[in-house]
């Protein structure tokens, strides 16, 4: 597990542990930062162990405290693209060239990256007029840059490492109830999504069960974007 100091990395653990009986280390890392991704990436390298999967799953969304991220187009800080682009897109693609040499030995080696469906559709405004959240313009560029870089590494460490994405929609994490209803109301399936609903796809793209698939973005969206 990796995770930004302070992260409840001994819950986490424990219920790996409880479930699933395997053994399971944590890292502390801020991945907005280059030389803690270092340290976690030569912590990795020095642990001798096979790594046949990394998953980045980690970012900055649309919900984040930032200065000058959920503002209004015209205060919206190249500061925080800075930081946006640092987490959302460098840190995957560092980590990915970091353990890449790791991965290249392993038996099934996979790379797992999770963009968004604003990697590819614009927002809808309406869902937030009169909401304190918003959609920011970094948010959605780093996500479609994640994308891409999935498909370029994908012809790039193929045969030895494939590459996928899944691509999700809205996540229920306790928004403004007037946001949840507007969302609802545009989602074919009739509710937003919930961590479980990823399981399988993740499940799938992690294993030999997509021994032949790489260079895909599978989107999970409730029907989202098929309107």
């Given at each position: 597990?990796?995770?930004?100091?302070?992260?409840?990395?001994?819950?986490?653990?424990?219920?790996?542990?409880k479930t699933w009986d395997v053994e399971c280390?944590?890292?502390?890392?801020?991945?907005?930062?280059?030389?803690?991704?270092?340290?976690?990436?030569q912590y990795v390298l020095d642990d001798g162990k096979p790594l046949n999967c990394l998953v980045n799953?980690?970012?900055?969304?649309?919900?984040?405290?930032?200065?000058?991220w959920s503002t209004a187009f015209e205060k919206q800080s190249l500061e925080t693209w800075r930081r946006?682009?640092?987490?959302?897109?460098?840190?995957?693609?560092?980590?990915?060239?970091?353990?890449?040499?790791c991965?290249?030995?392993a038996v099934g080696a996979n790379i797992l990256n999770i963009t968004s469906i604003y990697a590819e559709?614009?927002?809808?405004?309406?869902?937030?007029?009169?909401?304190?959240?918003?959609?920011?313009?970094?948010?959605?560029?780093?996500?479609?840059?994640?994308?891409?870089m999935t498909r370029w590494l994908a012809t790039n460490l193929a045969p030895s490492v494939r590459v996928n994405a899944i691509s999700p929609g809205g996540i229920l994490r306790g928004q403004d109830s007037v946001f949840i209803d507007r969302y609802i109301q545009r989602t074919p399936l009739g509710r937003m999504a919930n961590e479980v609903d990823f399981k399988g796809s993740v499940?799938?793209?992690v294993t030999d069960m997509s021994a032949y698939s790489t260079g895909q973005v599978i989107t999970l969206d409730g029907g989202w974007t098929i309107w």
């Open positions: 597990l990796l995770d930004r100091p302070g992260s409840s990395f001994r819950e986490v653990e424990e219920h790996l542990k280390d944590s890292i502390s890392c801020d991945l907005e930062n280059e030389e803690a991704r270092n340290s976690a990436i799953n980690a970012a900055f969304v649309g919900t984040s405290d930032l200065q000058g946006a682009l640092e987490v959302n897109l460098i840190a995957p693609f560092h980590l990915a060239q970091g353990l890449a040499p991965l290249r030995g559709q614009a927002p809808d405004w309406r869902l937030y007029e009169g909401m304190s959240m918003d959609n920011p313009a970094a948010y959605g560029a780093s996500k479609a840059g994640l994308a891409q499940a799938y793209l």
